[in-house]
């Protein structure tokens, strides 16, 4: 701070005044001492107050460019309630000073929930629980953010303290790859999914780790090491079954080669990324407010129609696919006041045969006789025909009764996210079932998790932690219905998304999907799994709402979808990688 403070009397004629300060800025307040926090902040205050007082000199210019979305930010979503309340004195201050402050476009972390959704942090942590607010201050005092992603996973705070490990290790923990590089491959990751939301996260964490900004580019200014990594991004994002052991080839071999602990690291990151963006569209995040998508100068009341396709994790300006939409089609998204989604009024997606006590339309108890039955289906694969289980399995991912199978038209990529692309228009096509690559033949415990921990140590245990919680993490209530074994509908979800991307579990009754999921269930988990670019707060709402499902229930659901696809895109990594090593 001593060094703001003779910048500032020196009438900010130090021509290096805005390049000490700006990466060291907010810094005081990320310790948990609250004495110390107030020490930092009251001198934040006196220094806004002075760059105020000088609001049109150009280098004051430079840092309320600089500093005010965080300002916003920080006045808005943390989970410190010293530092909300002191941001919010400086942000009002500043107003009554004549600075120009902007508006933020989404005060919640989604724009997919039918109620309002609060602010995360207006209220301390009310709508989650307490273990998640000990988990947000953690965050915050480790990146000064609680992203908007973390805050969903709150709604689940034993799966995201074990994400954390998983995603703190991979990013920023012991490994082979530089931090830099780290965060790059995680922008092309995302990218192959549109998800701005990621990518521009990505971004601000690879200029803070002393990234080279002209990467951010675009691909022509990467190393050819990196660049070398596109191919592989691309199968392993949409069609990871084609990846094969001469893949790898000019990755580990040559002037530009990886090790094979390097690779093992780009793989994970490669893969961790895209089932993110999975997981971001499919929840519709909303963008962080310190990011050119989260704030504006206009009135956010004015923001125009359709300002994202549909989904605010894209980040895209744009219409929707429906030509002949119509004012009265319009349901406004509860965030936003702009228009998120269009209801089409002539199909119902609703199951409305069975009836709450208190008269609410649900399925959810006809789920719970479904799944009751579904515990008595005697299964033994020894006693199965291979032609019975050929057919079930078959059955179980066929596409023919879906609502949405493939996109019927190309989605408009902009320009910020198309320089991280090669073969834009590459996506997910169904594998054939006779393709499908068996559990018996490579397996995650058997043969991908020994690999990949002897490759990238500890890796693999925290990954299969992560793996094992997800599966078997319950309640034991679906849709407002209490003391429901939902273990059935979460292996019928797993197994879904893995027969989709072509991994067959041959001890697993494939007769259970069509049994436990409907065809609007199975439509949206399928599209959240290959198709995420292309999701709505329609789908989001409709598609899986017959169950009545809580917004916590669709975070898990979605949670599910994630690693699910995370062990699949593995499999087909490493089991490629373990034959070019056989070599």
Same mark, same amino acid.
């Given at each position: ?63 309320? =460019? ?21 941001? +919010?004195?400086?942000?009002? #201050? ?9 508006? =933020? ?5 989604? !724009? ?53 490990? /998983? ?46 900004? +002209? ?54 990151? #490669? ?16 963008p962080e407010i310190d990011t050119p998508q989260g704030n504006c100068y206009e009135d956010v009341s004015q923001i125009p129609a359709f300002c994202y396709q549909g989904n605010p994790a894209l980040g895209v300006i744009g219409?929707?696919?429906? !030509?002949?939409? /119509? ?27 069975? =009836? ?5 339309? /649900?399925?959810?108890?006809s789920l719970m006789k479904t799944l009751d039955s579904v515990k008595d289906i005697n299964f033994d694969p020894e006693l199965e025909t291979k032609e019975a289980m050929d057919r079930e399995f078959h059955e179980s991912r066929?596409? !023919? ?55 990238? !140590? ?15 993490? /319950?309640?034991?209530?679906?849709g407002g219905q209490e003391d429901v074994n939902t273990q059935g509908f979460r292996r019928a979800i797993w197994n879904y998304i893995q027969a989709i991307k072509g991994i067959r579990h041959d001890d697993y009754n494939y007769?259970? =999907? ?63 990688? #373990? ?5």
């Open positions: 701070m001593a060094t703001f403070q003779s910048g500032f009397e020196n009438g900010f004629g130090e021509t290096d005044l805005y390049e000490d300060i700006a990466p060291s800025f907010f810094y005081g307040i990320k310790q948990r001492d609250k004495d110390k926090r107030a020490q930092a902040l009251e001198q934040i205050y006196k220094t806004v107050e002075i760059w105020a007082s000088r609001k049109n000199e150009e280098v004051a210019k430079k840092l309320f =460019v600089e500093h005010l979305p965080t300002m916003l930010r920080l006045s808005v979503e943390c989970p410190l309630e010293d530092v909300r309340t002191a941001f +919010t004195r400086i942000v009002t #201050m500043l107003k009554e000073s004549g600075v120009k402050v902007p508006n =933020v476009i989404h005060p919640a972390p989604s !724009s997919f929930s039918r109620e309002r959704l609060n602010n995360t942090f207006v209220s301390g942590v009310s709508q989650l629980e307490e273990t998640s607010s000990a988990i947000f201050v953690e965050a915050f005092i480790n990146q000064l953010r609680v992203p908007r992603l973390i805050q969903l996973l709150g709604y689940h705070p034993k799966y995201l303290q074990c994400f954390l490990r /998983t995603h703190n290790f991979l990013m920023r923990g012991d490994g082979p790859l530089p931090y830099p590089d780290r965060h790059y491959i995680a922008i092309m990751a995302a990218s192959r999914h549109r998800c701005s939301y990621l990518v521009s996260m990505q971004e601000k964490e690879f200029l803070e780790q002393n990234g080279d900004p +002209t990467w951010l580019l675009g691909l022509n200014h990467i190393p050819t090491k990196l660049r070398n990594l596109l191919t592989l991004n691309k199968l392993l994002a949409h069609q990871p079954w084609h990846v094969r052991a001469d893949t790898y080839k000019n990755l580990l071999v040559g002037p530009d080669s990886f090790s094979l602990g390097e690779l093992a690291h780009a793989i994970v990151i #490669m893969t961790h990324y895209h089932v993110l963006a999975s997981f971001a569209l499919g929840c519709g995040v909303n219409s929707p696919s429906d !030509s002949e939409v /119509t004012d009265s089609d319009i349901v406004f998204s509860p965030a936003s006041s702009s228009p998120a989604y269009v209801i089409n009024k002539t199909e119902k997606f609703f199951d409305t045969t069975c =009836v709450m006590t208190n008269g609410v339309e /649900t399925s959810s108890c066929s596409v !023919s009764d879906l609502d949405f199978k493939q996109p019927t038209s190309p989605l408009l990529t902009p320009q910020d996210l198309m320089k991280y692309l090669i073969d834009p228009k590459y996506g997910h096509e169904d594998i054939e079932s006779n393709s499908a690559l068996k559990d018996g033949e490579y397996s995650w415990e058997d043969h991908a998790f020994p690999l990949i921990d002897r490759l990238y !140590s500890d890796i693999g245990y925290l990954l299969d932690e992560k793996f094992t919680l997800a599966y078997t993490l /319950t309640y034991n209530k679906v007769r259970e =999907v069509n049994l436990v999921l409907d065809k609007h269930f199975k439509t949206y988990i399928r599209m959240v799994a290959c198709f995420p670019e292309q999701i709505t707060q329609f789908d989001f709402l409709g598609r899986i709402d017959s169950l009545r499902l809580e917004f916590s229930e669709k975070i898990h659901i979605n949670m599910i979808v994630l690693e699910a696809r995370l062990q699949a895109e593995l499999l087909y990594a490493f089991r490629a990688l #373990m034959k070019y090593m056989k070599q």
